[in-house]
């Protein structure tokens, strides 16, 4: 399951897609259009400067921007860097130690085509895609 914090760094993402390029994007604006709280925001797009998907400037002008065109972010990389590994099940995690039933485990092999489902449907989905589908 998508938390709210995985939601909210999506919407965000979007919404700095939408402004025009090489414009920083106030914090305030952001948290307003979004109806996400300060605070709240701030935790998120702090994660984000951290990472390199999005560049903070402070001071007046100051603000947040993409740090690559829409086209280059995935909904999968964002989701998993507010969320952690979207893998379905602990054994599949990146960083999960090998588990010593998986030779003998008969539903590992169900639990690896969901993941590679789940992995191969966002990170199959741009930011630019999202963009462009309708609403409604």
């Avoid at 995985?6 to 109806?35: N, S």
């Avoid at 400037?57 to 690559?68: D, E, N, S, V």
């Avoid at 964002?78 to 054994?91: K, T």
Wanted: proline share 7%; charged share 30%; hydrophobic share 35%.
């Amino acid at each position: 399951m998508i938390s709210t914090k995985g939601r909210y760094a999506l919407r965000v993402m979007l919404d700095l897609a939408q402004q025009p390029e090489h414009t920083y994007t106030p914090l305030k604006e952001i948290a307003v259009r979004q109806e996400i709280s300060e605070k709240y925001l701030e935790i998120i797009l702090k994660n984000l400067v951290k990472e390199k998907f999005l560049r903070g400037l402070r001071g007046k002008g100051g603000g947040y921007q993409l740090t690559r065109p829409p086209k280059d972010y995935r909904v999968g990389e964002i989701i998993e860097l507010a969320e952690g590994p979207l893998a379905p099940v602990n054994c599949l995690r990146p960083d999960a130690e090998a588990c010593p039933r998986s030779s003998q485990c008969h539903t590992l092999p169900m639990w690896t085509r969901f993941d590679r489902l789940v992995h191969d449907f966002f990170y199959g989905i741009t930011l630019e895609d999202l963009l462009h589908e309708e609403t409604g």
